[in-house]
């Protein structure tokens, strides 16, 4: 089985960053992709950010385009999501997962983090 923990989210004003980070453990030798997805409060969880780790692709979904970045440590096992311009809409708990690309478009896997709060203040 693969492991994930995620680390890295807090409290930041409107405009702010924030990077998290996502190792992986365990076994790791055939993940294909990571993503990220976050849930707010009243709100099904939403498909992020995802990275493959074969090379491209890498996808966004439209509302963190141009704001937020993911990438990896190949080495570490480990997912990066540096979130910049934040907004207070950003607020949520964000999840790590272990996945595929499909296609071209990221599938989640059964593989999650605990999860990470970010909340942006206005």
């Known amino acids: 089985q693969v492991q994930v923990v995620e680390s890295g989210g807090g409290l930041v004003q409107a405009g702010g960053s924030l990077r998290l980070s996502c190792a992986a453990s365990?076994?790791?030798?055939?993940?294909?992709?990571m993503g990220w997805f976050r849930q707010a409060p009243g709100k099904e969880r939403e498909f992020v950010a995802g990275i493959s780790w074969r090379g491209s692709p890498t996808s966004y979904t439209d509302s963190v385009k141009g704001r937020f970045t993911a990438s990896r440590d190949d080495r570490k096992k480990t997912m990066y999501l540096q979130m910049d311009s934040l907004k207070p809409e950003d607020t949520a708990v964000y999840y790590c997962?272990?996945?595929?690309?499909?296609?071209?478009?990221?599938?989640?896997?059964?593989?999650w983090g605990q999860g990470t709060q970010v909340t942006v203040s206005s």
């Open positions: 365990g076994a790791t030798d055939n993940v294909n992709a």
């Open positions: 997962n272990i996945g595929r690309y499909l296609f071209g478009r990221y599938r989640s896997g059964d593989f």
